[in-house]
């Protein structure tokens, strides 16, 4: 079954923007979630970030490389904007010094690139740090990958699938799953790849209000015959009030409104082998996927202002199970630490 995988949305919804904004407080933002079919390598996030403030003279790059043993390969740097315009002068670049993420055709294809330095470390340093504020110092590796990414669904807005309570006010924000195809090379060691990935691509509002921030759990995969999920789920707050939840499922060529049943809440540190499974409930029923974490990276809590911190974060690939079929697929959870039974 053919799906239109723009979903039949205007092309200047997936362009970037190509001037400077007035607002200082703007933001933009791209990212991706890529995995191998193989379950040798995964990238588990890398993002261009930007904001009004320094849209000229900085923005921030992130990358999260790990393979199965345990190894992380990461980039957390400001660097120099990269011009917005590609080879024929349309805006669909971002880019932050060595990265570049690029829209070759609008929601059908867009390409990844880097090519610099960047950290090695590893999950188990990476999680005491979390968790105990040992720093180990990494060192220097050569990374370089390039990666094409066909899309293979319709892109989700987010507040368009009967969503229960508030996505972040203001941003406008879709995400779309996608076939990858691409190498990854570190320190010279190449590992070519098949297999898919997430992106995500917002514009506009502010940074959330993180004192009202209590957690997530999200998560998305496509399968070899088609059928895709998504879900994100924000941690109710202390009252039970719901703050944001909804998804989707992509089954027989329809996407569907669902919602995660029994949320699987990051309770822990566990690098791989967590049983994340879930169902899905939409107006066909019900929809169980069985999961558990493949590959794992860790980031810190990341102050944000007047003593405000966005919690630990795990970004992650996961393995997923529908009715037999497998695939690999993303997965990114947070917690805060002073909440209750956490």
Same mark, same amino acid.
């Given at each position: 079954m053919t799906i239109d995988v723009t979903g039949g949305t205007d092309i200047a919804e997936d362009e970037?923007?190509?001037?400077?904004?007035?607002a200082p407080e703007y933001? !933009? +933002?791209?990212? *991706?979630?890529?995995?191998?079919?193989?379950?040798? *390598?995964?990238?588990?996030?890398?993002?261009?970030?930007?904001?009004?403030?320094?849209?000229?003279?900085a923005r921030h790059a992130s990358v999260n490389l790990a393979f199965p043993d345990g190894r992380v390969v990461v980039v957390r740097e400001n660097a120099t904007p990269l011009p917005a315009?590609? !080879?024929?002068? @349309?805006?669909?670049?971002?880019?932050?010094?060595?990265?570049?993420? =690029?829209?070759?055709?609008?929601?059908?294809?867009?390409?990844?690139?880097?090519? +610099?330095?960047?950290?090695?470390?590893?999950?188990? #340093? =990476?999680?005491?740090?979390?968790?105990?504020?040992?720093?180990?110092?990494?060192?220097d590796v050569s990374l370089r990958f390039e990666i094409e990414a066909d899309m293979a669904a319709p892109p989700w807005f987010q507040g368009t699938l009967d969503p229960d309570g508030q996505f972040v006010v203001g941003e406008h924000r879709f995400e779309q799953l996608f076939r990858a195809e691409g190498a990854v090379d570190v320190d010279g060691t190449t590992t070519a790849f @098949?297999?898919?990935?997430?992106?995500?691509?917002?514009?506009?509002?502010? @940074?959330? #209000?993180?004192?009202?921030?209590?957690?997530?759990?999200? =998560?998305?995969?496509?399968?070899?015959?088609?059928?895709?999920?998504?879900?994100?789920?924000?941690?109710?707050?202390?009252?039970?009030? *719901?703050?944001y939840h909804e998804g989707f499922v992509l089954d027989g060529g329809e996407v569907v409104?669902?919602?995660?049943?029994?949320?699987?809440?990051?309770? +822990?540190?566990?690098?791989? +082998? !967590?049983?994340?499974?879930?169902?899905?409930?939409? @107006?066909?029923? #019900?929809?169980?996927? !069985?999961?558990?974490t493949y590959l794992s990276t860790f980031n810190p809590a990341a102050p944000i202002r007047d003593g405000v911190a966005f919690p630990p974060t795990q970004q992650a690939i996961a393995r997923y199970q529908w009715d037999g079929e497998e695939a690999y697929g993303m997965i990114e959870r947070s917690t805060r630490a002073d909440l209750p039974n956490q």
């Open positions: 970037v923007t190509a001037t400077a904004p007035t933001r !933009e +933002g791209a990212s *991706v979630w890529i995995w191998d079919d193989a379950g040798r *390598v995964g990238l588990p996030r890398i993002a261009v970030e930007c904001v009004g403030a320094t849209w000229d003279t315009t590609d !080879e024929s002068g @349309r805006p669909r670049v971002l880019g932050a010094g060595p990265l570049r993420l =690029q829209c070759i055709e609008p929601f059908r294809r867009w390409r990844v690139t880097f090519e +610099g330095s960047a950290r090695a470390t590893t999950v188990d #340093d =990476q999680i005491e740090a979390c968790t105990d504020s040992t720093r180990h110092e990494p060192h @098949r297999g898919g990935g997430l992106r995500i691509h917002r514009k506009g509002g502010a @940074r959330s #209000d993180y004192s009202d921030w209590y957690g997530h759990c999200w =998560q998305s995969a496509v399968f070899p015959s088609g059928r895709a999920f998504g879900f994100i789920h924000y941690t109710p707050r202390p009252d039970g009030s *719901v703050k409104a669902a919602k995660v049943v029994e949320t699987p809440w990051k309770k +822990g540190w566990e690098a791989s +082998g !967590e049983d994340v499974s879930f169902t899905l409930r939409t @107006r066909r029923g #019900d929809v169980p996927i !069985e999961a558990e």
